[in-house]
């Protein structure tokens, strides 16, 4: 079907938002004379020390500009994403594995190996080898991998949360989303076997473990067995159902594992049912017990998850239509303001909390748009 021409100008004019404001100016003001990024910005592009620098928030800005680049979406960027991708591993690849973060003065504060960070590592560093064909990059990807393999793997299914490891940490299954992500694209830039095991691994403990069987939620917290977390158990986050969505088809086109396209299914009616809010936008959480709202507060990440997820979902086209012209309006309204400037929280009632810029934010805008941008032109 033809896209109606009120999207098609929405669109774009999101688009121009994220490639030709928000990039450029976190280029320009987020990045060091030495490579790395800062961890966060005042809404005036300032520096904002907020005590760390973390290897998270390095990973999502090269995975940002490598990806966006390979896209051909943002063009004059090859030095930064080289002095990024060699600071990354001068600042954090300490004593033969990754640390979690450093101090403002970029002096090492923790370092722990956190499942979470590796899996950026292995997002970042893989579509970093995809633009610049650095080699380096994949020696990086594979010792990240034999790192999560051989010192992090839980023996109840999937892995840690950090290194050095403890059994007392409460698991979750976010980690697991977000390095499923890593294995998908470490298996696009090097095709290699083992990632398709990897990848079928974890799709299966969310068959199996994090997506509750009676009510279809997604949940959050785990004992070492992967049973519920007392406390925290109930807790389900839309965005995250969304996210799962999105990455399920990306999965099911490189295993052909039918049952991921079922659960997507599944993930995408609970959280467009239970998850939107009624004045627009999506809530931070709910319990997945009842499905009432827990906090109705509104990251800027949900709704940018729900683009992705609305691109691939089974849909009607004219649904699939309104609800991308419905989420983009409202992206438009509440969160995006001038030169690629954004509101990072929204209150229940659509007013901004008054957050500053996060450095690891762009990386869901940018791949939300470009998502919509893919879809636009297949």
Partial sequence: ?????????????????????????????????????????????????????????????LY???????????????THISNLFNAIIELYFVDDRWIFSRNDDMTILDTQSDAYALAFVMLSFSHYFMLTKDERALTFIEQTDQFLDQRMRHPNGGFYEAFPLDGQTVRRQNPHM??????????????????????????????????EPKTCTLREFFNADLSLDVKTGHLVEPGHHFE??????????????????????????????????????IVNSMDGNTFQIVDADKRIWPITEYLKACCVAELDENERCDRLESALSFLQTYYFIDRGRWIE??????????????????????????EVLKWRDS
Avoid at 32 to 52: F, I, K
Avoid at 64 to 78: I, N
Avoid at 188 to 193: K, M
Wanted: hydrophobic share 35%.
């Fill in 178 to 211: 977000h390095l499923l992500e890593g294995f998908v694209a470490a298996f696009e830039a090097t095709q290699a076997e083992k990632y398709v095991a990897r990848i079928s691994e974890i799709c299966s403990l969310a068959e199996q473990y994090f997506v």
């Fill in 1 to 61: 079907m033809e896209i109606p021409q009120t999207l098609h100008k929405r669109i774009e004019s999101c688009a121009d938002h994220v490639f030709q404001g928000l990039i450029p100016n976190w280029v320009n003001h987020g990045f060091t004379n030495t490579g790395h990024s800062l961890e966060s910005l005042t809404l005036d592009w300032q520096p904002n020390p907020v005590g760390r620098v973390r290897l998270l928030t390095q990973c999502r800005q």
């Fill in 345 to 370: 929280y929204l209150d229940a009632n659509n007013q901004s909390k008054g957050f500053p810029l996060p450095g690891t934010t762009g990386y869901h805008i940018f791949l939300g748009l470009a």
């Fill in 244 to 281: 799962w969505v999105w990455l399920l088809h990306q999965t099911y086109r490189i295993t052909g594992r039918k049952q991921d396209l079922e659960l997507a299914k599944q993930l995408w009616q609970v959280a467009t049912t239970h998850g939107m809010s009624t004045n627009g936008g």
């Fill in 64 to 78: 940002t500009l490598s990806h966006a680049t390979r896209l051909g979406l943002v063009s004059g960027y090859d």
